[in-house]
C-alpha cells in the first residue's frame, strides 16, 4: 500500500476532522482544459479517449497539474456498462451518445443480462494505470473515484435510445409495464453493483452513484425505480470486507426532497445540486452522511471575486465546523465545456484559504 | 355578475369544502387536441393565433367541450409582456420562441421599461371575449383563470433570447452583475402585476404565475431572484379591493424545497410538479395555502387502468379531507402534445369519480 499525500477527501467522506474543505470538481477532466482536447484529438473520437487506459490515465491526470484538487475521479464514460450488455453505444459529431439496440420490447427486456465483466476490462484497466501514475515521489498525491451510473440513470438510456428531453419512452414503459422496467433495473443493479466492485479492486478508493436523472421521476416512483435499486448498489458494497475503506457517495440531480430516503441506502455520503440548502441538508442528514456540493456551475462564468463570495456563502451555509459532519465541496452538476480555466483557479484557491480558517482552532 | 354554475374550483382554492376534488391541465388547450391544431392551421400561426382574441376564445373552450374539466385558462403565450416591452418576439418553424433584441448589455437594461398595457390589449379583448363564451344557459359553466410567467422565467427569456439548456447567459449576468438582473426583475415585477390586474379587470376569476425556471436556480439566488419578485407581484394583486374573491396561484418548477417560502409570499395556493409528495407539502404549508397538482404528465401514456391507479395513489398522498385544505388536481406541468386526447378522459373521470367517494360524507 502505497501512503497518500493528501487524504483530506477520505476524512472528510468519513466525517473525521480535516484541516479545510477538500474540493475536486464534477467532469474536471473536461473540455473546458485545452490540453483535454488535445488528448481527444489524439484519441480521434470521445470513445477512443474512454476506451484507452492511457488516455484515461493522461486526462485523468490534467486537472491535478493545474489545480490543487483533493481527489482524482477515474475518466471514462457514464454508458460503458450497457455498451457491454450490447446495446452498441455510439457518439455522433454534435450529438450525445445513442444506443444502436435500445430496449423497447418484451424480448429486448427478456434477452438482457449482467455482462461478462472482462468486457469492461479497459475501465478496470484505467484505474490500475491511474493509481500507478498518481504515485509520486513514493506517495500517492490524492485518492482515486470509481464512478458507475445508476440502475435507473443507466436504463433512461438504455430504454430512450439516448438522451430526452421529457423522459417519455422509459417513462411509458414505467407506468404501463412497470414488471419489464423492474426486471431491467435488476440486471442494471447487479451489474452495477459487480461493476464498481471491479474498480474498487482495482483499485478506486471511494466509488460514486450518479443518479443523474432521478429526479426526473414522481415521488413514488423514485422511490420505486430509481432509489430502491440504488440502494442495493451501496448495500452489496457495503457487504465487501473493506466496505469501511471505502466510501459509498450517491447523488441523484433533482434529489433534494428525497435526503433522508438517500441517506438511508446506507451510503457515506450524498452528493446534492445547487438547490439544496447546505445547512438544511446538514439538519436533515448529516450527523448519518457526509454532505458533497454545491455550487451552481454557472457561478465559474462570474469574475473572481464573484467565485470567491459564492464560495464563502456556500462554506457559511453549511455551519460550524464541527466533529462527526463532513463536507465535501464541489459543483452541483458537471463543469462546463465554456469555463474559463482560470476561473477554476480562482475557485480552487477561495474553498482552501476560507475553508481553512474556518476549520482553524476545531480539533483536528 | 352571471352566477357560476360550478365553482368547486374557486371554493378549493379558499380550502372551503367542495364535493369533489377539482381539476384542470396546465396546456390543456393545446396541441395534443385535434380540433386545437385546425384552429390553428386557420391562424396561420402560433402567434396569430395567440393574439386573435376570436381563435384565443376558441381554443379556450375546446377542451370544456371533450372533458368535465373544472376551469378555462385563458389561452395564451408566455412571452406577450417582453414582446410588448419591444423585443421582438418570433416564432420559428421547429423552434420554440426568440426575442430579436435580447437584453445584454448594460444600454439595453436601462432601455427597458414598463410596457403601455394597451399594447397588451389583445389579451384583455380575449378574457372578456372568453368571458362571454363560457355562459350558456345564462350561468357561466366554470371560471376563467388568467396567468402570466413570473418576472425572473421572462427575464430568462428575455437575457437568453430564447429557451436554454443550462441558463448559462442569464446566470452569468445573475452572477457577474447582480445589479443589472435586479433592474430587469424590478420592471418584469411592476409589469407582470399590471397585467395580471388588467387580466382581472377584464374578467380573470384566478390568476396564475408560472415560475417555470425558478427551479433551475441555486438556492439563496432563488429566493433574491425569482421569489421576492414573485412576491411582489403577488403583493400587488393582493392589494386589491378585489384581492378576496380572486385568488392568487404560484407555481415553481423545481420548487418543492421552498414551499414554506412561497407561502410566505402571500399566494393563495401553490403549484407542485410530480417530484412533491403531496402529503408532506400539505404538512408543510397546507393549512395556509392550498395545493394544485401533481401527476407526471407522462402518466397520460399509459393506459386508462394505470392512469387510475397512479390518480388514486396521488388522491391518497394528499391525507383525509377536511375543511381549511383545499386540492386542485392537475398535472405537474404542461400536457405532452403528443397524449392520447382519451386517456385525458380516463385522467377526469377517474379524479372525480374517486375524489368524490373520498369528500363523501364530509362537511360539505
Request: with cysteine; proline share 5%; aromatic share 8%.
Amino acid at each position: 500500500m502505497t501512503a497518500l499525500a493528501n487524504d483530506t477527501f477520505l476524512r472528510a467522506l468519513r466525517r473525521q476532522p480535516t484541516e479545510y474543505t477538500p474540493l475536486w470538481l464534477m467532469r474536471q477532466a473536461g473540455r473546458y482544459l485545452p490540453e483535454y482536447n488535445a488528448t481527444r484529438a489524439r484519441a480521434g473520437s470521445f470513445l477512443g479517449l474512454a476506451q484507452n487506459p492511457h488516455f484515461a490515465t493522461e486526462v485523468t491526470l490534467q486537472p491535478l497539474d493545474r489545480y490543487a484538487l483533493d481527489a482524482a475521479i477515474l475518466f471514462s464514460d457514464i454508458l460503458t456498462v450497457p455498451d457491454a450488455m450490447g446495446l452498441g453505444l455510439r457518439f455522433e459529431a454534435g450529438e450525445g451518445p445513442k444506443f444502436e439496440r435500445p430496449l423497447r420490447t418484451e424480448a429486448d427486456v427478456a434477452a438482457l443480462a449482467v455482462p461478462d465483466m472482462d468486457k469492461l476490462r479497459y475501465v478496470f484497466d484505467a484505474v490500475r494505470e491511474i493509481r500507478r501514475a498518481l504515485v509520486r515521489d513514493g506517495v500517492q498525491r490524492v485518492p482515486l473515484i470509481g464512478f458507475s451510473g445508476s440502475p435507473w440513470t443507466l436504463a433512461c438510456y438504455m430504454v430512450e435510445g439516448g438522451g430526452s428531453d421529457d423522459y417519455r419512452t422509459v417513462k411509458t414503459m414505467l407506468y404501463a409495464r412497470p414488471d419489464l422496467m423492474h426486471r431491467i433495473l435488476a440486471v442494471n443493479a447487479e451489474a452495477v453493483a459487480q461493476y464498481l466492485g471491479a474498480q474498487i479492486d482495482a483499485g478506486a478508493q471511494a466509488v460514486m452513484v450518479f443518479d443523474s436523472w432521478g429526479g426526473v421521476l414522481a415521488d413514488g416512483a423514485f422511490q420505486e425505480f430509481s432509489l430502491a435499486y440504488s440502494q442495493r448498489v451501496v448495500q452489496t458494497l457495503k457487504a465487501r470486507a473493506d466496505a469501511r475503506a471505502v466510501p459509498v457517495i450517491l447523488f441523484t440531480k433533482g434529489g433534494g426532497q428525497w435526503l433522508e430516503a438517500m441517506a438511508d441506502t446506507g451510503a457515506d455520503a450524498l452528493g446534492l445540486d445547487w438547490t439544496t440548502n447546505l445547512g438544511q441538508a446538514r439538519a436533515r442528514v448529516g450527523s448519518r452522511v457526509a454532505l458533497q456540493g454545491n455550487l451552481d456551475p454557472n457561478v465559474l462564468f462570474a469574475p473572481p471575486e464573484a467565485i470567491a463570495r459564492e464560495v464563502q456563502r456556500l462554506l457559511h451555509s453549511f455551519g460550524p465546523v464541527e466533529n462527526g459532519v463532513g463536507h465535501v465541496f464541489n459543483l452541483g452538476h458537471g463543469i462546463s465545456q465554456f469555463t474559463p480555466p482560470e476561473h477554476v483557479s480562482a475557485l480552487v484557491e477561495a474553498v482552501h484559504s476560507h475553508s481553512r480558517a474556518l476549520h482553524r482552532g476545531t480539533a483536528a
